[in-house]
């Protein structure tokens, strides 16, 4: 790691451990989301209501449950509907997930251009993580997609800290250096400030960490896995990792050359676009 890399992880973990960073906070709408989602016996109506107050939220939902993993014999064209086909829990989970876009922009066109990346990739992640999901485990597609939409959200924190920043923000090999190193670690505080359910709040953390082995399969086995596809092609160094030994991929029971299996992440990757 070169030395300015070195020099503003090195500030940036003091402001973590001292809690002097600026995080972002989740949009009003996630939060009027999740606190109607606490009552056990919400109303379709009510939380249709809640996710209405949010037109581009309410068209995502829609679009989802029109895509090619969800869609029916009859097409969903109204959020209660929408809502009703996908149940409470399932849809506040993705729509407090979708609403996070609202926090990836930036004033600077270069840090608005990274973000728009990162999330890109979250969508894409998160779209393979639910897929995975539904079709080799018992865990909840919500859920899982809802770890692919936060797997990054460390990289937030230190792309606004970078635009404040000019000797930072100029150069992209000791900024690159710095969101590699540290994000996990931020995304981890963030989901905890944020009051992320107890079983995603390790994604960020641990997702890269290849030879991690948990006793049974979990999300982050999923979003670890997805992410390893999405890299498949690119010039990034995961995409040529040897992926049949990882513990991940033998808890989730998958051949990962079988064509079947490359056909569903296919088409899994544009789910939440």
Excluded at 211 to 221: A, F, G, I, N, P
Excluded at 245 to 265: C, G, N, Q, W
Aim: charged share 25%.
């Amino acid at each position: 790691m070169n030395k300015l890399a070195e020099k503003i992880q090195q500030v940036l973990v003091k402001a973590i451990d001292n809690d002097d960073l600026v995080l972002p906070t989740l949009p009003e709408v996630a939060l009027q989301i999740r606190q109607a989602a606490e009552d056990p016996d919400i109303s379709i109506s009510h939380l249709s209501k809640v996710i209405g107050r949010d037109t581009a939220l309410s068209a995502r939902l829609i679009k989802v449950v029109n895509s090619p993993l969800l869609r029916a014999s009859q097409e969903v064209t109204d959020l209660h509907t929408a809502i009703t086909r996908l149940g409470t829990n399932y849809s506040s989970n993705l729509a407090i997930g979708l609403v996070m876009e609202q926090i990836f922009h930036a004033r600077s066109e270069v840090v608005e251009q990274k973000m728009r990346d990162v999330w890109r990739r979250s969508l894409e992640v998160a779209g393979v993580s639910y897929a995975l999901c539904r079709n080799h485990s018992q865990l909840k597609p919500d859920q899982a997609a809802l770890g692919g939409l936060v797997h990054q959200i460390g990289v937030l924190p230190i792309l606004t800290y970078a635009e404040d920043h000019y000797e930072l923000l100029s150069d992209p090999v000791s900024l690159n250096h710095v969101i590699d190193s540290i994000h996990p670690l931020l995304g981890d505080k963030l989901l905890r400030v944020w009051d992320f359910p107890d079983r995603l709040l390790c994604v960020p953390g641990q997702y890269l960490n290849l030879e991690r082995d948990s006793q049974k399969l979990d999300y982050v086995d999923l979003v670890q896995v997805a992410v390893l596809y999405c890299h498949k092609g690119t010039d990034h160094p995961l995409a040529d990792m040897a992926v049949s030994t990882l513990p991940s991929i033998y808890k989730l029971r998958i051949d990962p050359y079988s064509e079947t299996l490359r056909a569903e992440v296919d088409e899994a990757r544009s789910m939440f676009y």
